[in-house]
């Protein structure tokens, strides 16, 4: 069974940082694409990054270029996401996903497209 464990969520003054970890365990796929998704009250999730496990493809939202920084330890089967710069617009529940299942390569920007998701930690930035 796949599981995915966030966590490092907090409250955080506007221009604070922030690092999220997710632990993913029980993965038996060869190679698979790890994802922050955020979602915001009142609005649609977004993909805030994603970093592809065998190619090092990274994607960002424009919204995070810049402040954002996505990384993973192989050893660990961890992902991170370092969140410098925050702004109140930063402020939602994020999720860690993971694309694993008919994964070509690459990175995937639509949320429906990742098959596993973990609990959620909320992020909030105070102005």
């Known amino acids: 069974e796949v599981q995915l464990q966030a966590s490092g969520g907090g409250l955080v003054q506007a221009g604070g940082s922030l690092r999220l970890s997710c632990a993913v365990s029980?993965?038996?796929?060869?190679?698979?694409?790890m994802s922050w998704i955020r979602q915001a009250p009142g609005k649609e999730r977004e993909v805030v990054s994603c970093?592809?496990?065998?190619?090092?493809?990274?994607y960002y939202a424009d919204s995070v270029k810049g402040r954002f920084t996505i990384s993973s330890d192989s050893a660990k089967n961890t992902v991170y996401l370092q969140m410098d710069s925050l702004k109140p617009e930063d402020t939602a529940v994020y999720y860690c996903?993971?694309?694993?299942?008919?994964?070509?390569?690459?990175?995937?920007?639509?949320?429906?497209?990742?098959?596993?998701w973990g609990q959620g930690t909320q992020v909030t930035v105070s102005s």
């Open positions: 996903a993971v694309r694993a299942r008919g994964y070509g390569g690459g990175y995937y920007v639509r949320p429906n497209d990742y098959d596993y």
């Open positions: 029980g993965i038996t796929f060869d190679d698979y694409a």
């Open positions: 970093l592809s496990k065998s190619d090092g493809s990274i």
